[in-house]
DNA sequence: CCTACCGATCGGTAGG
DNA sequence: CCTACCGATCGGTAGG
């Protein structure tokens, strides 16, 4: 009579390395064919596993392509964060670190930041999160430079949004090749993100503020 | 004996309307399941034909993503343009008005604004220059402040790229949904437009221009 | 523009 | 983690 319980024990055991395996390839597929291209079988086939075993670490194909969001906004957050560390007190000193750091990225991953941003990974909870997190370090930034007197008083959130969006434009715009049909210089991606933040802490007025409108003559 | 010459006389005829169908079908794939979804066969579904007939209007699947960037950037464009001929010649309203349209173009159509901007579009070279022609505009609109010299002296292609960068990364953080998590005004994106491109248009610094970084103290 | 057909890929599950 | 299998979808082509 044959024995009717599952062997157990002869049933290879899920290693917490493949996750990171099937991680870091869904990451490359990003890079390498886009979103769409992101599946659990790709991912199983690239990291050297068979179709099934990805099911042992993502409950479906969100879920991978979350992971790789997620894992995109863990590095991010660890760089600009690094990176502000670096440049000291020096409030524009830490704009342009924020906005260097961001913008390189973006560049140096463009897929995976394609993910991070996409409609695919925009309704995954964890995401949104992170996405705030994004936003919660901007507005520290500008509440503390406001502290210091050194940048106009108003609402920080407005504030960190013209920033993290000036950033945030810059970076999608370049990824998308927009380089290409322009005459600014290419090879320098860090000069080109300093040369925005420098201008857009100082604004586009001459002389007085023009906010209010003034009636054509 | 049958006859053996293909009934050309009885095989439908490609009406140029079915495009238009199928175009309108694709986008609106594009609205309701994104990018990843839009396809031939599918666009054929929603059009009431069969799932050969795209084939007489579009080459493959990647022209019709591309037909379907094509077309927003069409209507962006002519959406821009008329709402800075209502804004007249005051350059701040200009401005506003110019990131309210791009704004509100992408809000209202979220699905394909993505496509305009995505990686599968990328590469097609209409799409391309479709992009270079709003920076095009953009630049112009800067140029032409700067000879009412109502603006700051510059590179006018840096400053036009900081004035896209802002109305670009606003538009793609608002349709992320960024709002959700934030306490400005969802419910106005319009003046959340004017209230950033005011912002640009002043700068962040506070009394004298902070360009230069201090050492510190 | 339609019908019929091909090869390929995918998500997901069963069972061990 | 593997093998085997399901149903579904897709791009694309042949032929009328």
Redesign the interface.
Known sequence: MLSQHVDTVNMPISTPDTKQVLLRAAVEIAETD???AIGLREAARRAGVTHGAPYRHFENQQALVAAVAEQGFRELMAEVQSAQAVA??????RF?ALGVAYLRFALGH??QF?VM????A?AEPAV??A??AV?ALAVNEIAGAQRQ??????DP???A??????????A??MI???V?????DTTAPER?AK??T?????????GV????????S
Chains 1, 2 share one sequence.
Do not use: C, K, Y
């Not at 007197?149 to 108003?154: E, P, S, T, V």
């Open positions: 886009g979103v769409g000291g007190n020096d409030v524009l000193a342009h463009p897929g394609r941003f996409g409609a695919e925009a949104r999160s996405e705030a936003f007197g050194l940048i106009a008083a108003g959130q407005e504030l949004l013209l920033a993290w969006s000036t950033s945030h434009g810059l999608v715009l998308d090749g927009l290409q049909w322009v005459g600014l080109l040369r925005i420098a201008l857009m802490f100082n604004g586009l007025q001459r503020p023009a906010v209010r409108s003034r009636r054509p």
